[in-house]
């Protein structure tokens, strides 16, 4: 017998400033999140009371790291993190959500068909690795590529290079680990082309969902 889904937690009351007119789009999300998301193992249960500022205002700071009208690659999207709630906080920018596994890209159509609404320019979604060049020839040219606890940054990077061209930067959200091991990994980064790596602290106005993203740029080639 499987265990009742808990419902949806409420917005906090800065979810408004953060997505605007877009809040009706997160709260359907954030619903879905917490009802199929679980159901399908994309999200645990024990995350559905904290699914707002862990998981999507956690996921809408890095928002403050993408440039005006940017075309958007978010590289292991699993549950749609961080690519959906940056998507509806920055209705300007062109995303693409990128995942490998069926039942994930199942819930991502889902998810884009559902909030079709809240974009201004229509969401992509790819079934498939960042690292193969079926990915870069369907997504294009590419301004920013994110990814949320997909993989350490230098085999990220790796992941990623057929959409990383130069100009091009990665956004990744990375936990503490990562973040104290950054400076050690700075030279290893730099030998695969990438350029300005930095921590940037990011959605200082969103409490305990402010995060520290690290961003590095493509090179020249």
């Known amino acids: 017998m499987t265990e009742p889904t808990p419902d949806a937690p409420p917005p906090p009351a800065?979810?408004?400033?953060?997505?605007g007119d877009a809040l009706p789009a997160a709260c359907a999300f954030v619903a879905k999140l917490a009802s199929?998301?679980?159901?399908?193992?994309?999200?645990?249960?024990?995350?559905v009371p904290?699914?707002?500022?862990?998981?999507?205002?956690?996921?809408a700071a890095v928002a403050e790291a993408v440039p005006q009208g940017a075309r958007v690659v978010d590289v292991g999207s699993g549950a749609g993190l961080p690519g959906i709630p940056l998507g509806l906080?920055?209705?300007?920018?062109?995303?693409?959500?990128?995942e490998p596994m069926a039942r994930r890209v199942e819930f991502?159509?889902?998810?884009?068909?559902?909030?079709?609404?809240?974009?201004?320019?229509?969401?992509q979604v790819l079934r498939g690795r960042a690292e193969e060049r079926s990915v870069a020839g369907s997504v294009g040219p590419v301004d920013v590529v994110t990814a949320r606890a997909v993989a350490p940054l230098p085999r990220l990077v790796g992941w990623c290079r057929g959409l990383l061209r130069p100009g091009t930067q990665l956004v990744a959200l990375v936990g503490a680990r990562a973040l104290a091991e950054l400076p050690a990994l700075i030279p290893e980064l730099e030998a695969a082309g990438m350029r300005d790596i930095h921590p940037r602290a990011v959605g200082a106005s969103l409490g305990a969902a402010a995060t520290t993203v690290v961003v590095?740029?493509?090179?020249a080639r």
């Open 50 to 59: 904290r699914l707002w500022e862990r998981h999507v205002l956690n996921s």
């Open 14 to 19: 800065v979810a408004g400033e953060v997505f």
């Open 108 to 123: 991502l159509q889902e998810a884009v068909a559902e909030l079709a609404d809240a974009q201004r320019t229509p969401w």
């Open 89 to 98: 906080a920055r209705r300007d920018i062109a995303l693409t959500l990128v």
């Open 216 to 219: 590095m740029t493509r090179g």
């Open 36 to 47: 199929a998301g679980v159901a399908r193992g994309l999200i645990g249960p024990r995350e």
